[in-house]
T-cell receptor
């Protein structure tokens, strides 16, 4: 069975400093992994996804994530935080039921960006 | 612009009522999902459907049922609402496959009193 664990429920950074949101996954096969973002009172939006091509994946708004099979990790990073990055972030693995991409969510990490 | 539309943003219902949450997508997607979002728990899958009239239970189906009579519409039904079903409900749709992006609706915040 597939699962994800987000290692921090809350991360606080200052504007202009790097962001690191940590995610470990468990999968019995080569997984598809995603990061979604949810801004307050907004729907979920895809930031980026890994599908066994390049291990370093670039997403929208300057975010990127690195797939590390040996560490079963898929951490999300950004070199310089912006106030608009404050949101909740979800690490997601694609589970299977036949050919259905059933998404399994982590518990979420709330990112706070201080001025 | 792709769209998943949930019929209500906010709902208040009484304990024991039968509640219908409606979701419509305009992307001709085969897959549709209902999730429940609670603080600290992330999103948990209630039910999903991979074709018209086809459905499968997710991780927390108890107290819920679903209906998919048309490809674009997926309904979540609370047969007899209880206070522990107070939550944010999110609908999503996607194309078949393991690496396809899911598109989400804005969510329905349901309060059962």
């Amino acid at each position: 069975a597939q699962s994800v664990t987000q290692l921090d429920s809350h991360v606080s950074v200052s504007e202009g400093t790097p962001v690191l949101l940590r995610c470990n996954y468990s999968s019995s096969y080569s997984p598809s992994l995603f990061w979604y973002v949810q801004h307050p009172n907004k729907g979920l939006q895809l930031l980026l996804k890994y599908t066994s091509a390049a291990t370093l994946v670039k997403g929208i708004n300057g975010f990127e994530a690195e797939f590390k099979k040996s560490e079963t990790s898929f951490h999300l990073t950004k070199p310089s935080a912006h106030m608009s990055d404050a949101a909740e972030y979800f690490c997601v693995v694609s589970g299977t039921s036949g050919n259905t991409g059933k998404l399994i969510f982590g518990q979420g990490t709330t990112l706070q960006v201080k001025p | 612009d792709v769209k998943v539309t949930q019929s209500s943003r906010y709902l208040v219902k009484r304990t024991g009522e039968k509640v219908f949450l409606e979701c419509v997508q305009d992307m001709d997607h085969e897959n549709m999902f209902w999730y429940r979002q609670d603080p600290g728990l992330g999103l948990r899958l209630i039910y999903f459907s991979y074709d018209v009239k086809m459905k499968e239970k997710g991780d927390i189906p108890e107290g819920y049922s679903v209906s998919r009579e048309k490809k674009e519409r997926f309904s979540l039904i609370l047969e007899s609402a209880s206070t522990n079903q107070t939550s944010m409900y999110l609908c999503a749709s996607s194309s078949p496959g393991l690496s396809t992006e899911a598109f989400f609706g804005q969510g329905t915040r349901l309060t059962v009193v």
